[in-house]
């Protein structure tokens, strides 16, 4: 079936210095990128999302880029903060499924 | 984005007895609803797929009749954990489907923590 993937598990970056958390995935037909932040016992929380159509999107302190060539999306915070520290997964779905990553455990280093 | 809440956050419960949790959509309405496991450091794993007026969707290894799961509204969905035992202690989660817009959004709840002595 569709798999989801992370490059790395953890993260360890340094107060303000910028975070790159990376994501592959495996099904071509997947139109829609979601990247979640969850903290110690909360649940997930939407950060941002990106359709296929486009290759960059931003919002506040976070970017998140899709490379469809290669099948790879990141997600890009900058001036990480404490409060970042957190598990970060990437979702695909090109329809009715949502796929879900393993996640990448972010520690920001004071 | 769309809100999500779930009742109780936290529970602990006797081995043998039953427990609820809520899911609720707080401000849209969800056809579809989701329950996830998740254990420590690890990954969501889903359980089933709630749909509002029909039977839930399990996923394999998932017992139907330990997880029951009800869908009686748009905006609620509830998994009851069916003489729970230790081995059933984890972390729930559900989330719903928010369709607005051109794209459909999953957002999920706080999650409840399940202790089961």
């Known amino acids: 079936g569709e798999s989801v993937g992370l490059h790395l598990p953890t993260l360890s970056v340094q107060e303000g210095d910028n975070s790159i958390i990376n994501c592959a995935y495996s099904?071509?037909?997947?139109?829609?990128f979601i990247w979640y932040k969850q903290e110690s016992g909360k649940g997930p929380q939407f950060i941002i999302d990106i359709r296929s159509n486009m290759d960059k999107r931003q919002g506040q302190r976070v970017t998140v880029l899709l490379n469809k060539t290669v099948k790879h999306l990141s997600l890009q915070i900058a001036a990480t903060q404490p409060g970042d520290s957190a598990v970060y997964f990437c979702a695909e779905t090109g329809g009715n499924q949502f796929y879900f990553g393993t996640g990448t455990s972010l520690t920001v280093i004071p | 984005g769309a809100v999500v809440s779930q009742h109780p956050s936290r529970v602990i419960c006797k081995s043998g007895t039953s427990v609820k949790i809520e899911c609720r959509s707080l401000?849209?309405?969800?056809?579809?609803m989701f329950w996830y496991r998740q254990f420590p450091k690890q990954s969501l794993m889903l359980m089933a797929t709630s749909n509002e007026g029909s039977k839930a969707t399990y996923e394999q290894g998932v017992e139907k009749d330990k997880f029951l799961i009800n869908h009686a509204s748009l905006t609620l969905s509830t998994l009851t954990v069916t003489s729970a035992h230790p081995e059933d202690s984890s972390f729930y989660i559900c989330?719903?489907?928010?369709?607005?817009?051109?794209?459909?959004?999953?957002?999920f709840g706080p999650g409840t923590r399940l202790l089961v002595l």
């Open positions: 989330s719903a489907r928010d369709f607005a817009g051109i794209q459909e959004t999953q957002y």
């Open positions: 099904n071509s037909a997947s139109d829609y």
């Open positions: 401000d849209f309405q969800a056809t579809t």
